[in-house]
Antibody, heavy 119, light 112 residues
Framework: EIQLQESGPGLVKPSQSLSLTCSVT?????????WSWLRKFPGNKMEWMGF???????NYNPSLKSRISITRDTSKNQFFLQLNSVTTEDTATYYC????????????WGPGTMVTVSS | DIVMTQSPSSLAVSAGETVTINCKSS????????????LAWYQQKPGQSPKLLIY???TRQSGVPDRFIGSGSGTDFTLTISSVLAEDLAIYYC????????FGSGTKLEIK
């Protein structure tokens, strides 16, 4: 069974970069599908941030395009999120998920990791 | 971006009642090539990640009880939960995948 697990710092200072890892078990990320990052803000708003495809291409939410980077380490079956120049408005619970490529709905999710941006 | 407008933002019902949650998209989610509406529904229980309930507007994900019914077409969609149980306490989201994914603002379901 496929499982995803987010990891990374729970506290990031304003203007710094947020870096998270999604570790995938039960499926090889180069075999298929898109591998996404999403976040849920306080107040319940959900936002799709971007994905990396099984072949390594990326697609980002235009609202984040200048600040976001999604990469991967195929040897570890992991993919990563980097969000630059964070502000307090980036405080959220971050999820990694797999879609049903080519369709962008999400069946498999990690449990999420809370990230607070604060000095 | 396609904007998803969800209502109500919250509601409280007694167990056994029927609940209707509405979702409206700023443009049609119906793709003429396959006559499918690119709309999904999720349930997020407290402390858990979202769980896919329904995709293609009305197709239940494996294991989802038939109390959950999705309907609609074009720009107007509905999630109906019949005979609500205490375990249905959650936030429900609609999501379009016609273009770059966007979500509704969520509906918090409370059980009286």
């Amino acid at each position: 069974e496929i499982q995803l697990q987010e990891s990374g710092p729970g506290l990031v200072k304003p203007s710094q970069s947020l870096s998270l890892t999604c570790s995938v078990t039960g499926y090889t990320i180069t075999s298929g599908y898109d591998w996404s990052w999403l976040r849920k803000f306080p107040g319940n708003k959900m936002e799709w941030m971007g994905f990396i495809t099984y072949s390594g291409s990326t697609n980002y939410n235009p609202s984040l395009k200048s600040r976001i980077s999604i990469t991967r380490d195929t040897s570890k079956n992991q993919f990563f999120l980097q969000l630059n120049s964070v502000t307090t408005e980036d405080t959220a619970t971050y999820y990694c998920a797999r879609d049903e490529q080519p369709y962008w709905y999400f069946v498999f999710w990690g449990p999420g990791t809370m990230v607070t941006v604060s000095s | 971006d396609i904007v998803m407008t969800q209502s109500p933002s919250s509601l409280a019902v007694s167990a056994g009642e029927t609940v209707t949650i509405n979702c409206k998209s700023s443009q049609s989610l119906l793709y003429n090539g396959n006559q499918k509406n690119y709309l999904a529904w999720y349930q997020q229980k407290p402390g858990q990640s979202p769980k896919l309930l329904i995709y293609w507007t009305s197709t239940r994900q494996s294991g989802v009880p038939d109390r959950f019914i999705g309907s609609g077409s074009g720009t107007d969609f509905t999630l109906t939960i019949s005979s609500v149980l205490a375990e249905d306490l959650a936030i429900y989201y609609c999501q379009q995948y016609y273009h770059t994914p966007t979500f509704g603002s969520g509906t918090k379901l409370e059980i009286k």
